[in-house]
């Protein structure tokens, strides 16, 4: 129990989401319980985690957390703990709500991804179809985003790729999809950025530079693929070839890498099994159960292809996951680890008010606002 590395979860307090500031005191080590003295008020060391005020061992949820995102059934579940079924499903949105806080906070932040796919999933519900849209890094493995919808359209992948520019960086970047045309409209609706020239009216919109868009069209005949087009939409093949060169080592414009990502998620959530009789209830729950599979595998699943050798002979390899491919962690977390990683709040903003500020909210912004 280090205070250096806590901060206050207090949404009111003027130094929230700020750690090593010398503002938190130990008030109960049995209790792990901290002080914040500018707001002073007391919270427990699983405050604003998915653990907070649970009843039950955090070894146990965990556990129950694990399961759930490895494709085991709620049923199974219920049957071998004991715990009644609404409890576990808790747990499932629980836990889901915090991975995508967990997601937002660590994996989108600008970095040089180099290659994008994005593919779709289509789900099967009681009332009908819904459409999940994923998208991964190709060369760390590293799950970007997930977005959850009722039709298959451009807001779809409009809120998909929006997701993923904030993960990105101005730097030469390949997306790679399939023959969906509404990839092509949304991915240069959203790599863009304002032009401040300080003339009057609404900036224009400057496109990114070196965006290359390929497709790759497969063309069926009775359930078999009978013919595959790959298609350049935006760049030269020239440029298209020396990123896939970069982030896959060579070969052909291709979406292997995200379906890949796709078997996954339906070999671990069962109402995306084809020709399967679980079907998803409601789309908020998919969500939830999304984000539990994405994080999960960021952070905690190692990756064969991802692995290093040994650093000494005869050593064992070097097992990395996605995270830390990437460069975001420097080891393999568990579960219950990410369950109890504490995301900041926002910081502080100084309320919006006429006239002069006070000397104490002046100190207030010296403080905590520098």
Known sequence: MDPAIVFCPNLECPARGQAGQGNIRLHSRKDQRFLCTACHKTFTAAKGTALYRLRTPAETVSLVVTLLAHGCPLQAIVVAFGFDERTVASWGARAGVYGQAVQEHLVEHPRDLGQV????????????????????????????????????DLPLIHRLIERVRRCATHRPLLFCTDGFVAYVRAIRETCRDPEHTGAHGRPRLRPWRHVCIAQVVKRYAQRRIVAVERRVIAGTPARVETLQRRSQGGGVINTAYIERLNATFRERLASLTRRGRALARRTLTLQHRMYVI????????????????????????????????????????????????HVPPPRWTPPKQRGRPSRALQCLIARWCS
């Open 294 to 341: 994405g994080t999960i595998y960021n952070f905690c699943t190692p990756h064969t292809s991802l692995r290093l050798a040994a650093p000494v002979v005869g050593g064992r390899a070097v097992q990395r996951t996605p995270a830390m491919a990437t460069g975001i962690t420097d080891h393999c977390w568990t579960v219950q680890e990410l369950l109890s990683f």
């Open 117 to 152: 796919q994005g593919d779709e999933i289509r789900v099967k519900t009681q009332g009908g179809i819904v459409w999940m849209a994923l998208a991964m890094m190709v060369r760390t493995r590293l799950w970007l985003a997930g977005e959850v919808s009722t039709h298959r």
